[in-house]
């Protein structure tokens, strides 16, 4: 059986943006790269979008076939990883699929208050603004 | 091949699909047919057999917050759709179908008259 590789379509993002979401990745977080010295090229960057309202900001990814318990999200000040593995059963054989992505939320968040809905292979993250973010609104006297 | 296109008011409305990613896999009564299709929930999911063509149909089902502003958009959020040709006889009334974590598994008997047989030499 051949495992057909899935292209994500990601061409509208330029190798510029790439090479600073690497950067990025890599930046501040060395505690993890000791744990996972091979993440190379096997891990697949996944496509995201990153939307805001008043309140908090959302990061959205289509992780297909992803168990819930096979995602990891972490927050390092100001960069949001999500990481995690694509368990394919083929027979008796089990293939995995890594996949890899750090967006910056800004500093402005509650790091604690954090939520993540995972439905339908759709991983929506919540992440609060912090209070002095948000847009208020100045009555005049 | 010639297609005809149908003339659906729904293709109509929604002219830019995507195709989803697809695998097929060999199971013990026929074939799997495993489809990416994240964002899709069981009633969004539409799977009918036409004269050997199998079509697969995947309506996304998006919740956003009311005033929301994109910062970076990289997913698409056009509906899915599929079409395969099978060269094998299915059986059209055994077909099922299940969603799980974004993923829809269609399950493709083989039709008991394509089955391989063993013929007993006289």
């Given at each position: ?5 899935y292209?994500?379509?990601?061409s ?11 950067a ?12 996972e ?22 990061v ?27 368990k ?15 967006v910056?939320v ?16 759709v ?10 973010r948000?847009?208020?609104t100045?009555?005049?006297? | ?27 013990t009564?026929g ?18 057999l ?5 079509t ?10 009311e ?10 959020t ?12 299915v ?31 006289d």
């Amino acid at each position: 059986m051949t495992l057909i590789r899935y292209e994500y379509p990601d061409s509208s993002v330029s190798e510029f943006d790439r090479m600073v979401n690497r950067a990025f990745s890599n930046f501040g977080r060395w505690s993890a790269f000791e744990d996972e010295p091979f993440s190379g090229p096997e891990t697949a960057r996944i496509p995201v979008d990153l939307y805001e309202d008043n309140d908090c900001y959302f990061v959205r990814a289509e992780l297909p076939g992803v168990k819930k318990e096979d995602i990891k999200l972490e927050l390092d000040n100001a960069v949001l990883t999500l990481s995690g593995e694509r368990k394919t059963k083929s027979g008796d054989s089990e293939e995995t699929t890594s996949f890899s992505r750090s967006v910056n939320v800004g500093e402005y968040v509650q790091g604690d208050k954090v939520k993540a809905h995972f439905e339908d292979g759709v991983l929506t993250v919540t992440v609060p603004k912090s209070e002095e973010r948000k847009p208020r609104t100045i009555a005049i006297k | 091949m010639k297609t005809e296109i149908k003339k659906n008011p729904e293709t109509i409305r929604r002219h830019r699909t995507r195709r989803p990613r697809y695998e097929v896999k060999p199971c013990t009564q026929g074939y799997d047919v495993l489809v990416d299709m994240p964002g899709v929930n069981r009633s969004g999911a539409n799977v009918t057999l036409e004269k050997g063509t199998l079509t697969i149909e995947g309506n996304v089902t998006e919740s956003v917050p009311e005033d929301w502003r994109s910062l970076r958009r990289e997913l698409s959020t056009s509906d899915y759709a599929l079409k395969l040709q099978l060269n094998v006889d299915v059986a059209g009334d055994a077909i099922t179908a299940s969603t799980e974590d974004g993923v829809l598994t269609v399950r493709l008997p083989i039709a008991e008259e394509a089955k391989p047989r063993s013929i007993t030499i006289d």
